[in-house]
């Protein structure tokens, strides 16, 4: 994923953490956008093209993983699991 996050990045990539606001608070990307899992809506993703890369990001990768799906159904196409938010610093 480090490899990849810079032509991503470079594409025109968010970032989007999905973990809880107080996770995010603890420590994050400073790039990164923060959108709770239970707050992933259409709607919170709007502000975004659906051609933009969309990389997503929690503590573990699980709830990223939960979250490709549902940003896959709002019509985004191009969308990564970054699994831990580490990974994309």
């Not at 259409?42 to 490709?68: D, H, N």
Request: hydrophobic content about 40%.
């Amino acid at each position: 994923m480090k490899k990849l996050l810079p032509d991503l990045i470079k594409n025109g990539a968010v970032i989007v953490d999905v973990r809880s606001a107080a996770e995010f608070i603890g420590g994050a990307n400073p790039n990164s956008i923060n959108i709770p899992l239970d707050q992933l809506t259409e709607e919170s993703l709007r502000k975004f093209p659906k051609s933009s890369p969309i990389v997503l990001c929690c503590a573990s990768g699980m709830r990223s993983g939960m979250a490709v799906s549902t940003v896959k159904n709002f019509g985004f196409s191009n969308v990564v699991n970054a699994g831990p938010w580490t990974n994309t610093l």
